[in-house]
């Protein structure tokens, strides 16, 4: 090699031959825990329409969730089929870690000598250095019938989106007066069968809970007339709308609860109930904004409504539908914060503090702040540190399991909450359903039957 000179190289400490103007033989100083087997070896990855292979012939890499986590392999599209990670010990001379070069930069102010820090071995320490180093290989295959579900779902969704109705046209009485009203029914329970004779109390099925649902609104709305047209409706949908969240009866965690069976029917049926209530909210404000919020008894049942009203709703300028994962959800309305969540997760004093970590902004930005939970099926107001914990009641009555248990007696109302920007909370309606309202509502279902 012209130019070349064999000699010590002042970073790796070995005789090599290289060029008189290099200072070191090529190594750069690199880290000696960096061994030569790992350096020399190259992770492999193979994918195709089916399958997915990874080949990591030196790695520190030895779990599948440390490769999953490193390769962001995405396990709803793909499925493990094989996972093998071998182990062995490397042992190296130990090093330290020198400065051995100085570089002169050139500056405004002069020029700046920086020292530039090498490895090279350390005479002083003898013991050996072990790491432990693995061969990982995984395959993983495709999911093809749930990828294929998913793309025929979105493909459903596009469709539905591009054939939703156009807007029924409303015609506003009035001029906007500046406040919010809020639409908040939890625990009507869609599904739920419950039989007088055994319950001493009313009798509940899905066109019964259909017809409470439908009359509660109807009232609501009917005392909260003489505040005219709103500058926005928070309609709040979820909260155990429904009963059950599968075929078998079952709430989300799997428990069984007294219900209809035919899971299918009433989904329908509730998804047209709360087409046709936004639909009638319309017409009393410039905007109606409809919150999924899951329960604890239909979590998936909640988006599944919710993702069908945002396919509906997708041509509508005044209907926003917020269906986002997360379980408790914040709104702001001028001075007005409110978090809204089922209430079976979490200590109600605790909310204040969720509200301010989880929202800082905007719990900085209000002076009025309130919690609205379901879940116990009772009214109860509670002030934690200047936030109030608002429980609100349910509309449906107690099956056999609550009856038995005791968790009965309870009046069955909903309430509408009138909010203003600057002052806050100005207005309560208040409904309440009946023994009596129900036997009509049967003895009407019976009769158009």
């Keep these: 090699m012209p130019n070349s000179k064999k000699r010590k190289c002042p970073a790796c400490g070995e005789m090599k031959e290289f060029r008189k103007s290099n200072k070191t033989c090529g190594c750069k100083g690199s880290n000696p825990f960096t061994s030569k087997t790992e350096t020399r070896l190259a992770e492999t990855i193979k994918t195709d329409d089916k399958s997915l292979e990874f080949s990591l012939p030196g790695t520190t890499i030895h779990t599948l969730e440390q490769l999953v986590e490193k390769f962001k392999v995405d396990l709803s599209v793909w499925e493990v089929e094989r996972f093998i990670a071998n182990k062995w010990e490397v042992v190296m001379k130990p090093a330290a870690y020198t400065e051995l070069f100085t570089v002169q930069t050139a500056t405004k102010e002069g020029t700046v000598k920086n020292t530039v820090p090498l490895w090279q071995r350390d005479k002083e320490n003898v013991d050996p250095l072990h790491r432990s180093l693995y061969q990982v290989k995984a395959f993983f295959k495709k999911r093809v019938e749930v990828v294929d579900a998913k793309n025929e779902l979105e493909g459903l969704k596009e469709l539905a989106k591009k054939n939703a109705p156009k807007p029924l046209t409303v015609k506003l009485v009035g001029s906007p007066n500046g406040n919010m009203l809020e639409v908040n029914l939890p625990d009507p329970h869609f599904g739920k069968l419950a039989w007088g004779a055994e319950t001493g109390g009313a009798n509940y099925d899905t066109k019964i809970a259909v017809d409470v649902y439908r009359r509660a609104v109807q009232a609501l709305l009917e005392r909260t007339a003489s505040y005219g047209l709103f500058e926005e409706i928070l309609f709040v949908v979820g909260n155990d709308l ?3 969240d599968d075929l078998e009866g079952r709430t989300t965690k799997g428990t069984y609860v007294s219900t209809d069976g035919r899971y299918q029917k009433t989904f329908s049926a509730v998804r047209t ?3 046709e209530t936004i639909e009638t909210l319309r017409t009393r404000a410039k905007k109606v904004k409809v919150m999924m919020v899951p329960g604890n008894h239909d979590r998936l049942s909640t988006w599944h409504l919710g993702d069908s009203l945002e396919c509906y709703f997708h041509k509508y300028e005044d209907v926003e539908i917020d269906n986002s994962a997360r ?5 702001q309305f001028g001075k007005v914060m409110i978090m809204f ?3 079976d997760k979490g200590k109600r004093v605790d909310y ?6 989880e929202q800082r902004e905007m719990f900085g930005n209000t002076e009025f702040r309130e919690a609205h939970i379901g879940h116990k099926h009772t009214n109860k107001v509670e002030e934690f540190h200047g936030v109030r914990v608002r429980t609100l009641s349910a509309l449906c009555p ?3 399991w609550h009856s038995e248990n005791g968790f009965c007696g309870n009046l069955r109302s909903s309430e509408a909450f009138v909010w203003n920007a600057v002052e806050g909370l100005i207005g309560i309606a208040v409904y309440t359903d009946s023994d009596e309202l129900i036997h009509k509502s049967v ?4 009769h158009a039957a």
């Design 341 to 343: 969540t089922h209430g």
């Design 352 to 357: 204040p503090l969720l509200m301010a970590t």
């Design 327 to 331: 379980y408790r959800k914040y709104y």
């Design 443 to 446: 003895a009407v279902n019976k």
């Design 242 to 244: 429904l009963n059950s």
């Design 273 to 275: 109930l709360i087409i």
């Design 398 to 400: 107690p099956d056999a």
